[in-house]
């Protein structure tokens, strides 16, 4: 069984907080992801890491930040919601081999 | 990059029913993972098929690289497997794998 874990799982906030959302994996993972996605449709790749210190933005622009200080440890920062930031994060994990790539429950995030 | 198109996008089956979900992707690749994600948004790895065949209960997965495609079978469709099916694909290196909209499927009782 995978073990990456995200909080919080749902999350309301109003306009203009800063929020991070956080991601754990105990798998000694070197790659790790985070995707955007809408309620049923297709994944969109914002940040992306294969490890520590390296970072690198993905193919959907995003205002969000992230930092990868620990290998387990891979969080992701907006320094100021706005309702266009609503959506469903999910973060994900792999190996450098590409072994299958492992999703945590995702972060539903509605900005008010 | 890398192109990926699954087909089709909706269907809806009856409890029992069998289906053949595609994936067309337009480069070569050496890593190909069908997922499901179920209504409540939980993605779950189905298989990790580069090449072969693989089979897990009533689910088995085909890939051919070399014409470009791979196929996911489901036989004797339940109303737990409804929910959306997405291929994604890329090559061994720093880079993420793409991924397709996905197949959307509704199994009824």
């Known amino acids: 069984e995978a073990d990456i874990y995200q909080t919080p799982r749902y999350l309301v906030i109003g306009t203009g907080k800063k929020i991070t959302l956080e991601c754990s994996q105990t798998?000694?993972?070197?790659?790790m992801y985070w995707y955007q996605q809408d309620p049923g449709m297709e994944l969109h790749l914002i940040h992306y890491?294969?490890?520590?210190?390296?970072?690198e933005k993905g193919d959907l622009s995003s205002e969000s930040t992230v930092s990868r200080i620990r290998t387990e440890h891979f969080p992701l920062t907006l320094e100021s919601a706005r309702p266009s930031h609503t959506s469903q994060y999910l973060c994900?994990?792999?190996?450098?081999?590409?072994?299958?790539?492992?999703f945590g429950n995702g972060t539903r995030l509605t900005v008010t | 990059g890398i192109q990926v198109e699954q087909s089709p996008p909706d269907l809806i089956l009856q409890e029992g029913a069998n289906s053949t979900l595609r994936c067309n992707f337009s480069?070569?690749?050496?890593?190909l993972q069908w997922f499901h994600q179920n209504p409540w948004g939980q993605l779950i790895n189905l298989f990790y098929?580069?090449?072969g065949t693989k089979q897990n209960g009533r689910l088995s997965a085909t890939t051919v690289a070399t014409e470009r495609y791979s196929l996911l079978y489901i036989s004797s469709s339940q109303t737990t497997d409804s929910g959306v099916y997405f291929c994604?694909?890329?090559?061994?290196?720093?880079?993420?794998?793409?991924f397709g909209s996905g197949t959307r499927l509704q199994v009824q009782p």
């Open positions: 994900a994990s792999s190996d450098l081999r590409d072994s299958p790539l492992h």
């Open positions: 798998m000694g993972h070197d790659k």
């Open positions: 890491s294969y490890g520590v210190n390296s970072t």
């Open positions: 480069d070569s690749v050496n890593n």
């Open positions: 098929i580069p090449s």
């Open positions: 994604a694909v890329g090559r061994t290196g720093r880079r993420a794998l793409t």
